[in-house]
Nanobody, 119 residues
């Protein structure tokens, strides 16, 4: 059974930092690209950052240089270090495996973690 559990969100002032964590209960964790997605109210979920099983990373243009994705295969964890946060980063963040491009692999999502940046 696929299960994602996200944590680490919260309220932070603009310019501050947060570290998001995601525990992934998927048997193929070591072999897949993992990603962090965001979803603002009324909008589609989109990919913020991804990391392949070999450690290659990719970021949305809006977060390049400010966010860093990492993974711990032994713990089946994915992290998103968020720095220099802006008000527009306010939304709910989710993790999932990435199929191809920016498409998520599993239809099951976790509860997400809310990030709120005050300006």
């Amino acid at each position: 059974q696929v299960l994602f559990v996200e944590s680490g969100g919260g309220l932070v002032e603009a310019g501050g930092s947060l570290r998001l964590s995601c525990g992934a209960s998927i048997g193929i964790f070591d072999y897949v690209t993992m990603g962090w997605y965001r979803q603002a109210p009324g909008k589609q979920r989109d990919l913020v950052a991804s990391i392949t099983n070999s450690g290659s990373t990719n970021y949305a243009d809006s977060v390049k240089g400010r966010f860093t994705i990492s993974r711990d295969d032994a713990k089946k964890m994915v992290y998103l270090q968020m720095s220099s946060l802006k008000a527009e980063n306010t939304t709910v963040y989710y993790c999932n495996a990435v199929r191809t491009g920016s498409v998520h692999m599993f239809d099951t999502w976790g509860q997400g973690t809310q990030v709120t940046v005050s300006s």
